[in-house]
């Protein structure tokens, strides 16, 4: 049989136990394996979770394969606080997890964020939630591990990259704090001047957009840069503001959130930047406001990751 990964309702079965249902699947060499125990997986996702939380409620769970949920039922026993971020490479088995039980009440406040291959959408909003919890303990289902090595080594290196992100936000944010609170404080006029970044909601439905940022292919579409103007909203990165007005294309918006001294140089003693609106983190180097005068929508990025 060719080699295959369970993407349909014919890989997956459903059987009874005397506690709950328990779910094989079958892998890519035809086999069929149970994802839990045949007798009680109540029960096994008990143990596992008592061995986890044996020092306490961890605030986050990072979870590789879900199975049925059991292990989701066992936390909630446990801990009414603790998030999980699970991943579950095999589509087919998500969408039993999520037709045993309703998880409304997890989904809705944020407790559980699932991510579901092959695809992982929203991996991305996913890593941004990961906050402050740096070192969360990570649970790989070890039948998923020996029978999908493949896809669990992807959903590791999609956890790596999200932790590997999440560390060096908190590194930087840790770094800029004082320059951060420093220029808020001298930017508390421009930010109470400005208007919030908030009404920029809906107001360009379905007007296509551009995102313009440094480097070498900027150069290579100036020229359709120049021609779709007045027709798309283009958006600059703070560092290509400079080449775009420099080449006549003022922007409708340059977006910036870097606080240091050396950034807030690509927004000053600029070409006339025209009708550019600037949209900035409120702790921009203050001399970057200058040139936007009454063109300023403001934000804060610790208020978007809440």
Request: hydrophobic residues 45%; proline residues 8%.
């Amino acid at each position: 049989m060719p080699d295959r990964t369970p993407a349909e309702a014919d890989d997956l079965r459903i059987d009874p136990t005397p506690t709950g249902p328990t779910a094989s699947v079958r892998t890519p060499d035809g086999r069929w394996i149970r994802l839990h125990s045949g007798r009680d997986p109540v029960a096994e996702a008990e143990r596992r979770v008592a061995t986890l939380m044996a020092g306490g409620e961890p605030p986050l769970i990072i979870c590789i394969g879900l199975g049925l949920g059991y292990i989701l039922d066992a936390i909630e026993r446990r801990s009414s606080t603790t998030r999980v971020l699970a991943i579950e490479p095999l589509a087919p088995v998500a969408q039993a997890m999520l037709a045993r039980r309703s998880w409304q009440d997890w989904l809705a406040s944020g407790r559980l964020t699932l991510l579901v291959g092959p695809g992982y959408a929203g991996a991305g909003e996913a890593a941004r939630s990961l906050g402050a919890d740096l070192a969360p303990p990570i649970v790989v289902d070890p039948v998923l591990e020996r029978e999908f090595g493949a896809q669990v080594a992807e959903a590791r290196d999609l956890v790596n990259h999200a932790l590997f992100g999440a560390r060096a936000n908190a590194e930087a944010r840790k770094a800029f704090a004082p320059r951060y609170l420093l220029n808020t404080i001298r930017n508390i006029p421009v930010i109470a001047g400005s208007a919030d970044v908030s009404a920029l909601d809906d107001a360009f439905t379905n007007v296509p957009a551009v995102v313009v940022a440094a480097g070498p292919s900027l150069d290579r579409n100036i020229a359709e840069l120049r021609r779709i103007r007045g027709r798309a909203l283009i958006i600059a990165v703070d560092t290509a503001l400079r080449p775009l007005l420099e080449a006549g294309i003022a922007p409708e918006l340059v977006v910036a959130i870097d606080p240091s001294e050396v950034n807030g140089r690509h927004l000053r003693n600029l070409p006339d930047p025209g009708q550019t609106w600037l949209v900035g983190e409120g702790s921009l180097e203050p001399a970057a406001f200058e040139q936007f005068s009454g063109r300023t929508f403001t934000f804060s990025v610790l208020a978007l990751h809440l």
